[in-house]
């Protein structure tokens, strides 16, 4: 199938990657070089994915350089139709997971502001926060057990739905653990399937619980090092800044059931412990920044 539709010949599997929730993701090797063959699930449309691949063909026409860059089909299209959902191609980008430093972590806040400050992508996000919030009231709750269930869903009623704030283009998923560290030392964003205009204050707010272990010690160095890299580029308005708990809690309690349910739970329950501690530290952040 890649062979018919995309100009690369002799084509070997090198890894199976594991993509989120059992995505087919593979790393491949060609005669043209190495290239990423993804599958997304039938279930979208081919509008849907339209869209979604667009941000390749947007940032490389802003020289947004922390991007892998998608490889057309023979035709020009960005992807395939097949029984198993929606085949497209990136070229692979050579490195390792970044270490969490704090000259990565700068790096990937500075990164991070650099998308933001991007103009003119056409395409809004499907779901916005209200609808998430819903997800997690209807769709998550009822599976907890109810020793937690009403704290959560107290926490998750509570939440600001941000309809004020403003929005710019957003990855949705910054991490380290979602980039990849070239031998140059470079770092490059992957997996851009929820890429689109929405609140950049979710951006900033997801890497949040990143910096709490499992063992609840916050690694405020590493804090540090991303929120001063963003900072150093792009600021957050008092209300942006405020809303940054509630960004943080959105992911956390919509997957509360990835991974271990319980220290999820525990670590959700440490940032909404602290925020008040934590609110102190981003604006001690921020203000060290505010020549800029």
């Known amino acids: 199938m890649i062979e018919q539709n995309w100009s690369l010949h002799n084509i070997r599997i090198e890894a199976d990657l594991k993509g989120f929730n059992g995505r087919m993701v593979y790393h491949i090797k060609t005669d043209e070089g190495e290239f990423v063959a993804k599958i997304r699930e039938s279930f979208y449309s081919e509008t849907e994915i339209e869209k979604e691949l667009f941000i390749f063909d947007f940032l490389q026409s802003r020289n947004f350089r922390y991007a892998p860059l998608l490889l057309k089909c023979q035709d020009g299209s960005s992807f395939r139709k097949m029984s198993e959902g929606f085949a497209y191609i990136y070229h692979f980008t050579k490195g390792k997971e970044p270490k969490p430093s704090t000259d990565n972590y700068r790096k990937l806040g500075k990164i991070t502001a650099l998308l933001h400050q ?24 009822p599976n907890l057990p109810s020793k937690i269930k009403g704290e959560y869903l ?50 900033v707010g997801y890497p949040l619980l ?6 609840l010690v916050f690694d405020e160095a590493a804090a540090e090092a991303f929120y001063t890299g963003y900072f150093s580029i792009q600021r957050l308005t008092d209300e942006e800044l405020s809303a940054l708990f509630d960004a943080a809690l959105l992911p956390a309690l919509n997957f509360i059931h990835f991974g271990d349910m319980n220290e999820n739970w525990a670590r959700i329950k440490w940032i909404c412990r602290h925020q008040e501690r934590l609110l102190k530290m981003l604006g001690k952040f921020r203000n060290t920044n505010a020549e800029i």
């Not at 283009?169 to 890429?195: E, F, K, M, R, Y």
């Not at 990143?210 to 063992?215: P, V």
Request: glycine content about 6%; charged content about 20%; some cysteine.
């Open 118 to 141: 991007l103009r003119g992508y056409p395409y809004f996000a499907k779901w916005g926060v209200s609808d998430v919030i819903g997800h997690i009231v209807f769709d998550r709750s």
């Open 154 to 203: 107290q926490i998750a009623e509570n939440l600001s739905q941000m309809k004020s704030l403003p929005v710019y283009l957003v990855h949705s998923d910054i991490s380290l653990s979602n980039s990849l560290q070239t031998p140059s030392g470079d770092i490059v964003l992957i997996d851009w399937d929820g890429c689109a205009i929405n609140h950049r204050v979710l951006d």
């Open 210 to 215: 990143q910096f709490l272990s499992k063992d």
